[in-house]
Every structure is written in structure tokens, then in C-alpha cells.
């Protein structure tokens, strides 16, 4: 196994560094030192470098299931329609229900992201399995359209600042208080790793999946209900963050294969990596002001993934 | 004993299999051949479940596999498909190995290590088993998918032409394989072939398939015949014996 320790390594380095990198200049010697400093970092630097961490490896885990469950490595939930599901769901239920706490939004959240998800599947599994390239493209411009619906709707209702803030993911509102919900990604993703052996005979597809004995339809139903969740927690915290769940999955692909049981834990620490180094680049590029993190992964992510489009066409699937 | 009670199957209006009824002996090698679009394919995935039954029954040692919970079946039989659309990249040790899930679960025991290693060795893989899927050819993968659903170990393996894709060389060398293994009377085999030359040579009994009925049931010395084989294919097919093994000269 190619050492993952120094993946790790490097994550904890950059998330050490992330601490000091802000408004308020920190030193590495005098953090401790006053009230104000303890404060300002556990209630603001250490929530948002976990956030973080934690969005980044749950959006490439939820990218890496989502491959399996469609049997395309070019698809991620918030491509696909599922994010924009969520956040769907979130402005109804905010405009039916104002006031309503976090936790009733992220539950209508995940259902309507699940039958998002559900319309998805349904769609892609009457497309020919020879045009691989055409699921993303159904994907798209099925999202486009639950996004087109969504702008329409907060236009109507005057609420498209709001909606603003699901559509694009950033972590400068983070703080003590906001950002806990992620934990429960976090365990998502832990979970997934239990039940990988089953997702990734899921990705070989129904009848090797039945051949082995397992209850397709039930492992699917399991993988939509994870995937549902961890999405649209993380729209509720932070908003969308597009391309991490797809180029992700591909790299971790290329060095360890599809055996999810061996490329999950590296789907999570590159998840991680990359989207710590993208928000350690919005908050530095323009300092002190700050890019969103959606902003800077939608440059970086569709040069990655135009690399991964081209570079070996052949193993398209 | 795999038995097969009054089986028909239609897709909209045609129909596949008409009333299929048959019964297959333990131990052996059972040879499924017929023209294209006989059905074997379909017999072939109603009898592991891929499709579910229109109507009829079928059963492997009183298992009904309509009723038998899916897992359960997975340790009583295995299958290879024809048509394996199989894209996941995966090392060949990590595919072979996928054959033991339904005894571990997910949780490898040294003894299914042991038998990735012996399937491995035993179908001339060990020396690329860190090799992704898909970057070996045809063949190897072919060699690959057959190593998985033997270690499955289950006592009845349906094979849906297993020799695509293969040379001469490891074709007979796969048939070979099989045929030792059905000798120590551990498993049986269902192998759709389309050279009726393999069947004759390597299987204790022959199905042979005509437009969704059952056409003949018998040795291959009832098949490989030019009278048989003419109803079956529509086509004059001289036969000859070389060392007494009945030889068909298809391809004259």
C-alpha cells in the first residue's frame, strides 16, 4: 500500500498552519497568551479548519459512493442534482416554515435530496451503457434544471441572497455553534468505510452484485440514504462546493482502484487536502478579504477534471 | 440435483423458453448448446436468479431459487456471464477475491486468503495478480473472472461461454481445469458452449436447445451425430471419430 502517512502528515501540517492564517495576526508563541487569542481560536479558527476538513473528506467519500452506486466515475452529488436538491428542499422549507431550526432543515434537505438522487438513477439506468460520457451530461442538465427551479422560486419570493449562500460553499461564516452537524458527516464517512466491501460490488454491477449474494436493491437504498445525508449537511453548513467529489474519487482511482475498501481512507485524506489548500488560497490570495472556497475548487477542479476527461479517455466507463 | 420444472419465459410478445422440464445429474460437466438465440442465456440466468422466474420452478438440491434467500444461494451456486460489462478497476487479487464475500462478508479470514492464492496459482494469475482489470488483456481477464467464481467454492458453477475471448491454449487448458475438478466430485458444471466439439470432448451430458424448447437431453454420443445436429443447427455436419473421441466437422 502506498504510504498514506504522509498524506496525513501533510493534512495535519496545513491544518496547523490554517490556525494561523487570518484578520488577526497569531503567532505560533503567543496564541495561549491572552484571553482574547484562546477565544478567537476555539471559537473561530480550530470550528473552521474542522469544518474543513471534515466537508472535504465527506464530499470525496460521498463522490467516491456516488461512482459506485451509478457506475460512472464521472458523476458527484452536487453535479448531478442532488446538492441542488437540497438546497431545493431548504428554501421551501424556509419559505413555509420560517424560523424553522437547522436540524428540520436538514432533514427536509436529505429527502429532497434523496429523491433527487432517486430521479437521477431512475434516468441513468434507461441510458445505454455504452455512452458513459452521457450520464454526467443527464446529471448536469438535470441539476441545471432543480437550480433553474430553485433561482425561480427565491426570485419570486425575494429571497435569492439567501439562497445565495447554499449555492456557493464557503467557510468564513463558520464558527463554535455552526459547524458541529459536520461531525455526523464525519461518522457517514466512517460508516461508509464499514459497508465499503458492499459499495464496491454495488459498482460491479447487478448481477455480479446478486451473484454474491447481496440484496441490491437494499445496499443501493443504503448508499442513497448516506449520500442524501452527508449532502445536504453539508449544504446546510457551508453551501455547495462543486468538483471535489468527482476529481477526488478519479485520483484516488488512478493510484488505488476501485477496491473501496483500500482507496477510502485516501479519498478522505485527499478530499481533506484539497479543500483545505483551496480555502487556505481564497482566504490568502486577496487578503484580508477572502474568495469563497466553491469559487476557487470551480477554477481548480474543472482544469483537474478536464485533465482526468483527457488523459485516458480508454477507461472511460 | 438442479431441477427445472415447466419453465417459460417471454419478453412482450416472444417467447424465449416454452416450457422447459429437466432435471441435472450432481457432479459432472453439463453442456448447454443450441443456435443463437436458443435461450440458453436466458435458461442460464433464471436458473441463478439474475432474472426473476415468469413461470415454473427451479431448484438446485431442493434450494428453490425464487425463495431461498439471495445470500444463502450465493455459497450453493456461482455464475460468469457472458456479456461481463465489468469496468471496476480492480488488481486481479482484489476480483479474485471478491468471490470469497459471501463466506466473510467483508471480513477475510486467513483461509479465504488461502484460497485467493490457490485460485490465483491454480488458473495461471499469481505473477499478475497486482495488475488492475483493466490493464490486462482479454484473455487474462477472462482467466480472472472464471478464478472468482471458483473460489466462491460453491457446489454448482454456471458458466455462459467462459471460453470467449480465449486462445487455444487456454481454452483447452480451462476446459481441462474444469474437467479435473468435476472429476473429484466436489462441484458441478453448467457451461453454455457454442463448439459443440468441446462439449462432445469434455461433458458427461449435453442439453442442447431449439427455439425455447428443450431439443435434446442426452449423452454426446446422442448429440454429436449428423441427424441430431442437423435439426438442431439446420445444417448437413459430418461427424468422424479420431481415437474413438466423435469429432464434428462444423467448420467443412
Not at chain 1, 474543513?52 to 461512482?67: D, E, F, K, P, R
Not at chain 1, 413555509?96 to 432543515?105: A, H, N
Not at chain 2, 451456486?77 to 456479456?83: E, K, V, Y
Not at chain 2, 477475491?97 to 466473510?104: D, E, V
Request: aromatic share 8%; proline share 4%; glycine share 8%.
Amino acid at each position: 500500500m502506498k504510504n498514506i502517512g504522509v498524506a496525513i502528515v501533510a493534512l495535519f501540517a496545513l491544518s496547523c498552519f490554517s490556525l494561523f492564517v487570518g484578520v488577526k495576526e497569531i503567532s505560533l508563541s503567543d496564541w495561549w497568551q491572552t484571553p482574547q487569542n484562546i477565544d478567537l481560536f476555539f471559537i473561530s479558527r480550530i470550528p473552521r479548519t474542522l469544518a474543513v476538513v471534515l466537508t472535504g473528506a465527506s464530499l470525496a467519500v460521498s463522490g467516491a459512493v456516488m461512482q459506485m452506486l451509478a457506475r460512472n466515475s464521472f458523476v458527484e452529488p452536487s453535479s448531478v442534482g442532488t446538492a441542488q436538491s437540497a438546497a431545493l428542499g431548504i428554501l421551501l422549507v424556509t419559505l413555509l416554515y420560517p424560523g424553522s431550526p437547522l436540524i428540520v432543515k436538514m432533514i427536509v434537505a436529505s429527502i429532497t435530496a434523496m429523491i433527487g438522487m432517486a430521479v437521477f438513477l431512475a434516468m441513468i439506468s434507461r441510458l445505454p451503457v455504452t455512452s458513459p460520457l452521457l450520464v454526467p451530461l443527464v446529471g448536469l442538465i438535470f441539476s441545471g434544471i432543480v437550480e433553474a427551479l430553485t433561482i425561480f422560486i427565491a426570485f419570486q419570493t425575494e429571497m435569492l441572497q439567501f439562497q445565495g449562500t447554499w449555492m456557493s460553499g464557503e467557510f468564513s461564516g463558520i464558527l463554535r455553534g455552526r459547524y458541529e452537524l459536520l461531525w455526523l458527516c464525519g461518522v457517514l464517512a466512517i460508516l461508509t468505510y464499514v459497508v465499503a466491501d458492499q459499495f464496491t460490488i454495488i459498482g460491479m454491477g447487478k448481477d455480479a452484485s446478486v451473484n454474491l449474494g447481496l440484496n441490491y436493491k437494499q445496499v443501493v437504498i443504503v448508499g442513497l440514504f448516506i449520500l442524501a445525508l452527508s449532502t445536504s449537511l453539508v449544504v446546510v453548513t457551508v453551501g455547495m462546493i462543486p468538483f471535489v467529489g468527482l476529481v477526488v474519487p478519479n485520483i484516488a482511482r488512478r493510484l488505488m482502484g476501485d477496491n473501496l475498501r483500500a482507496s477510502l481512507p485516501w479519498v478522505a485524506v485527499l478530499g481533506a487536502l484539497l479543500v483545505l489548500v483551496c480555502d487556505l488560497i481564497g482566504r490568502l490570495v486577496h487578503f484580508p478579504y477572502e474568495i469563497p472556497v466553491g469559487t476557487v475548487l470551480g477554477v481548480i477542479g474543472s482544469f483537474v477534471f478536464l485533465y482526468l476527461l483527457y488523459a485516458r479517455p480508454a477507461h472511460a466507463r | 440435483m438442479i431441477e427445472i420444472n415447466g419453465v417459460s419465459h417471454s419478453y412482450g410478445k416472444s417467447k424465449i423458453l416454452q416450457n422447459i422440464s429437466l432435471s441435472i445429474k450432481e457432479s459432472g460437466i453439463t453442456a448447454l448448446i443450441g443456435p443463437n438465440g436458443a435461450g440458453k442465456s436466458t435458461l442460464l440466468s433464471l436458473m441463478t436468479r439474475l432474472q426473476p422466474l415468469q413461470t415454473g420452478s427451479i431448484s438446485f438440491d431442493g434450494q428453490s431459487v425464487s425463495q431461498t434467500p439471495t445470500r444463502e444461494l450465493a455459497k450453493t451456486l456461482a455464475i460468469l456471464r457472458q456479456d461481463n460489462a465489468l469496468s471496476s478497476r480492480m488488481s486481479l487479487r482484489d476480483l479474485v477475491g471478491f468471490g470469497r464475500y459471501p463466506h466473510h462478508k467483508g471480513r477475510p479470514t486467513a483461509k479465504d486468503h488461502r484460497a485467493v492464492d490457490e485460485a490465483l496459482d491454480y488458473f495461471d494469475l499469481q505473477t499478475m495478480s497486482d495488475r488492475f482489470i483493466d490493464e490486462v488483456s482479454g484473455g487474462q481477464k477472462q482467466r480472472a473472472l472464471v478464478a472468482m467464481a471458483f473460489c466462491q467454492e460453491t457446489k454448482y458453477l454456471l458458466l455462459d461461454e467462459p471460453l470467449n475471448n480465449l486462445d487455444m491454449y487456454y481454452a483447452r487448458s480451462l476446459m481441462k481445469r474444469l474437467r479435473e475438478i468435476a472429476d473429484t466430485g466436489k462441484r458441478s458444471f453448467v457451461i453454455v458452449l457454442h463448439d459443440i466439439n468441446y462439449a462432445g470432448a469434455y461433458a458427461n451430458e449435453i442439453i442442447a436447445l431449439k427455439d425455447g424448447t428443450l431439443a435434446i437431453h442426452g449423452t454426446p454420443q446422442d448429440v454429436l451425430e449428423t441427424k441430431a445436429l442437423q435439426t438442431l443447427y439446420s445444417m448437413e455436419i459430418k461427424v468422424t471419430q479420431h481415437q474413438g473421441q466423435l469429432v464434428a466437422l462444423h467448420h467443412l
